[in-house]
Each structure stands twice: as structure tokens, then as C-alpha cells.
């Protein structure tokens, strides 16, 4: 199996644009997430999804941040508009709900910079 | 107060110790534990999880659980220069997951 696939691996784009990163879970996964770290804030869950339906997206910023799992392969997360403060790491991971809650396998990441 | 707490460390250990990481979280109801490894630059890699009370091995690593004192760890023995790297604490409750900020582990040859 390929892992979980994040596309791009590196975005640079300028304040005020829209982004979107993009994710493809492990296949057979039915638990997707969406995380952002930063050397300040450690690693924060913005919105998990199982069976393709949003379970918790508390961790969402604001208004400008929507994500979307149209199907069991794929979901994005989209910026809108994009501010510097957003500059991060974006992993996606994807898992299967068990026992321990869930085993959660990680994408390599995209790293963001708005300028 | 954060939902879980680790020292930030470095924590440097000789080749061939043993490394002890801590963790402790918030919530008493907390269901499962998760230990990951980061290295500079990548993701997150799942090393082991625990939900029962004890010890669990899994080859060179350790996981300890103590629900009572809010405390699960990770013991690495035979700590080798590869082990280094940034050791993050999972904490899993009622689908809400928290990370620690993570503890970096430095093994010296």
C-alpha cells in the first residue's frame, strides 16, 4: 500500500488566495484527519471524518478553513482566504476506528507559506 | 491547563540506556494512549498504543499506563542513535484526539 498520499508536498502562495491541500487515505481506512503543527502550537486536529461524514470539527480556526470528504479516497482542505498566520504543516492521516479508538497512520505532510 | 503535557526536553541518553518519556493528561476519562515518533522533518509515525492499566512491550519499547495518577510513558531500552527524534503523546477520548507538544530524545553514541 502507497500510505496515505498528500498533494502538494510544498505550497508557497500569497496572503489573501485561496489554498487547497488535498489527501488520499489508506485504502480500506474509514477515519480520515486533518492536522496543522507549528513550533508554537505543537500538533492540532482541525476536523476528523468517519465513514466520509465530519465527526469533529471544532478544531477548524475560523470561517476561512472548510473541509470536504466527497468519498471514501479522497478529501480537501481549503483556505480561503489564506493569511501568513496559517504558515504550517498540514498532515492528513488516515485510520480505522478499534478497540484502542483509533490507529492513526500519518501522510507526509504539506507545508505551507503565505507570504 | 493543556489536555496533555510532556516535557519538552532534549532528553539525552547514552547509546545502549534506557530512555524514559512521560506523559500526563487531564482528563480522567481519557480512553486510549498513542506514542509517535517524528523525526526533523516528517510525519508522525504510530509507535505503539495502550488502554488497559500495566505495561505493554512491544521489542525495545515500553508503554506504562496508570490511569489513577494520569500518567502513561514510554520506556525505549537499549536506546540506539537512531531513537533520536521527537516523541509526541497521544490521548484519545470520545473522538477528540490530543497531542502533547512532545519530548526530543537525543541518544549518544
Known amino acids: 500500500d502507497a500510505g496515505v498520499i498528500q498533494s502538494p508536498r510544498h505550497e508557497v502562495t500569497e496572503m489573501g488566495q485561496e489554498v487547497t491541500l488535498r489527501c488520499k487515505p489508506i485504502?480500506?481506512?474509514?477515519?480520515l484527519f486533518w492536522y496543522r503543527q507549528t513550533m508554537m502550537r505543537g500538533l492540532e486536529l482541525l476536523i476528523y471524518?468517519?465513514?466520509?461524514?465530519?465527526?469533529?470539527d471544532s478544531g477548524m480556526p475560523e470561517d476561512r478553513f472548510s473541509a470536504k470528504m466527497p468519498n471514501a479516497s479522497f478529501s480537501t482542505l481549503k483556505i480561503q482566504p489564506s493569511e501568513p498566520r496559517d504558515s504550517a504543516v498540514y498532515f492528513c492521516?488516515?485510520?480505522?476506528?478499534?478497540?484502542?479508538?483509533?490507529?492513526?497512520?500519518f501522510g507526509p505532510g504539506t507545508r505551507l507559506t503565505v507570504l | 491547563q493543556k489536555e496533555v503535557e510532556q516535557n519538552s526536553g532534549p532528553l539525552s541518553v547514552p547509546e545502549g540506556a534506557i530512555a524514559s518519556l512521560n506523559c500526563t493528561y487531564s482528563?480522567?476519562?481519557?480512553?486510549?494512549f498513542f506514542w509517535y515518533r517524528q523525526y526533523s522533518g516528517k510525519s508522525p509515525e504510530l509507535i505503539m498504543f495502550?488502554?488497559?492499566?500495566g505495561d505493554k512491550e512491544d521489542g525495545r519499547f515500553t508503554a506504562q499506563l496508570n490511569k489513577a495518577s494520569q500518567y502513561v510513558s514510554l520506556l525505549i531500552r537499549d536506546s540506539q542513535p537512531s531513537d533520536s527524534a521527537t516523541y509526541l503523546c497521544?490521548?484519545?477520548?470520545?473522538?477528540?484526539?490530543?497531542f502533547g507538544s512532545g519530548t526530543k530524545l537525543n541518544v549518544k553514541p
Open positions: 485504502s480500506g481506512h474509514n477515519s
Open positions: 492521516a488516515s485510520g480505522v476506528p478499534g478497540l484502542a479508538g483509533n490507529e492513526q497512520f
Open positions: 482528563d480522567r476519562g481519557s480512553q486510549s
Open positions: 495502550i488502554y488497559s492499566n
Open positions: 497521544a490521548v484519545y477520548n470520545f473522538n477528540k484526539f490530543y
Open positions: 471524518f468517519n465513514n466520509n461524514v465530519p465527526i469533529d
